[in-house]
């Protein structure tokens, strides 16, 4: 399979690259990336990367971020770096990708566990994590020639996190997990599934 996975040297999409990069055909792309460079915050960028690549079989995105702040912290421009990175660019990723992909292409996601556990400071990620599981229970009924659009929710990541103290109620799960969660995206024909590992 030729699959992009976006955000190919962060803790998720690092692991991801790697394993995939074994059996298909990879490109992986960042903001700094010298070969592949997106910025999902930037529709144009987006577009520009996705006519420089072949039609794809698959498109991970593993970026995207928000404001880690209080409820009381937090002022109507801190959500908007959320919903302009980690929900609009990922929606508009969707938008895109769809018209530069093969029949019964797959394209996933990252939302987390945040969507419905609570953790302090995390309410603007609570917000979009909710927002794009609403989103692709709905745009994967509406996606034609087959597409499959599905998201995986994450734990937080053994590593990133201290493995023995839980967040948002459960202890960290291990990257290798997660990475196996991504691949059955990938292989399965289910789509508008939102696939939890926590
Ligand atoms: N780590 C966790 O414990 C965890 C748990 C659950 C969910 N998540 C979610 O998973 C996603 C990835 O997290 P992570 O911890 O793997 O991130 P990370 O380690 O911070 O890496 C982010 C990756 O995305 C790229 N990137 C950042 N902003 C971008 C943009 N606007 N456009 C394109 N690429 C961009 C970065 O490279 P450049 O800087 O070069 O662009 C890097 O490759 C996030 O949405 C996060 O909320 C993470």
């Known amino acids: 399979m030729k699959i992009l996975i976006i955000g190919s040297t962060g803790t998720i ?3 991801i690259y790697e394993s995939l990069q074994e059996h298909h055909q990879v490109y992986g792309a960042h903001r700094n990336s010298p070969s592949y460079p997106i910025d999902i915050t930037n529709q144009e960028s987006i577009r520009q990367l996705f006519e420089k690549l072949p039609k794809l079989d698959a498109v991970i995105n593993a970026a995207g971020t928000a404001s880690w702040k209080s409820l009381y912290d937090l002022k109507e421009e801190d959500y908007y ?3 302009k990175s980690k929900l609009m660019g990922q929606v508009n990723l969707v938008h895109i990708a769809k018209d530069y992909m093969n029949d019964h292409g797959s394209i996933t996601l990252t939302t987390g566990i945040l969507a419905e556990h609570y953790e302090p400071n995390a309410v603007a990620l609570s917000l979009v994590n909710g927002a794009i599981h609403s989103f692709v229970n709905a745009a994967s009924k509406e996606l ?3 597409i499959r659009l599905n998201t995986v929710a994450p734990g937080a990541i053994s590593g990133d996190f201290p493995k023995d103290k839980k967040f948002a109620g459960y202890f960290p799960v291990e990257i290798e997990d997660v990475v196996k969660i ?9 789509s508008g599934q939102i696939l939890k590992i926590y």
Request: no cysteine; hydrophobic share 15%; proline share 0%.
């Open 81 to 83: 770096l959320g919903i």
């Open 13 to 15: 999409g690092k692991s």
């Open 144 to 146: 034609n020639r087959g």
């Open 182 to 190: 991504y691949e059955y995206s990938l292989n399965t024909t289910n």
